[in-house]
């Protein structure tokens, strides 16, 4: 990765359950908005990282919260850099559209919280980040863009830093950008 001014990074995780199977037509235009929302992410300012099924271009057929649910998780540089992507881009349209393909959450399906910059957070990581918010509200800990902290705040709270010597990106990985090492 190349240096940024940031020692924090945000991750996020998101999870959906699907009204349909992925492969039922009426699931065919979240599908076909995949491939495009991904790539605009990953060429969005302040991206940095999203979790990919090892052999595939995104998360979709990993399910670790249930065969009806999918998740997408991601690190960027900034709340604002995330915040950006998620509502004012190309993302938006698969958000305004998202109860046609999508249930109603009753609890929360979205959880932010600071990584240190390098960091590669785990599904594990993830859905224990998820099932905080959930059990406890928002904390420095696991977040929300409504209720959010700073990295200052989150200090206690962050994942041990990477190694200082970084492995190859994991095979779950997407690979950095050009220019940029990716870190396991």
Same mark, same amino acid.
């Given at each position: ?60 057929g ?24 998620a ?21 929360a399906?979205?959880?932010?919280w ?16 998820? +099932?905080?918010?959930? %059990?406890?509200? &928002? #904390?420095? *800990? ?7 902290? /700073? !990295?200052?705040?989150a ?8 190694? +200082?010597?970084?492995g %190859?990106?994991? &095979? #779950?990985? *997407?690979?950095?950008?050009?220019g940029?090492?990716? /870190? !396991?």
């Amino acid at each position: 990765m190349t240096s940024s001014p940031h020692a924090f990074h945000l991750a996020q995780l998101n999870v959906a359950t699907l009204l349909h199977p992925m492969d039922d037509p009426r699931i065919a235009p979240f599908v076909e908005l995949l491939d495009p929302v991904n790539a605009a992410a990953d060429g969005a300012p302040g991206f940095v990282w999203r979790l990919v099924e090892d052999g595939a271009g995104d998360a979709t057929g990993l399910r670790p919260a249930g065969e009806d649910v999918i998740v997408n998780m991601s690190v960027w540089e900034s709340q604002e850099a995330l915040w950006d992507f998620a509502y004012r881009s190309g993302h938006l349209e698969a958000l305004r559209r998202r109860r046609e393909w999508f249930a109603r959450h009753v609890a929360a399906h979205m959880v932010l919280w600071w990584v240190p910059a390098g960091h590669r957070p785990s599904l594990d990581e993830a859905m224990d980040r998820l +099932a905080d918010l959930r %059990a406890y509200g &928002p #904390s420095p *800990r696991a977040f929300t863009f409504a209720s959010s902290y /700073t !990295a200052t705040e989150a200090a206690d709270h962050l994942p041990a830093a990477p190694p +200082a010597h970084p492995g %190859a990106a994991t &095979p #779950s990985a *997407r690979p950095a950008p050009a220019g940029e090492a990716a /870190t !396991a």
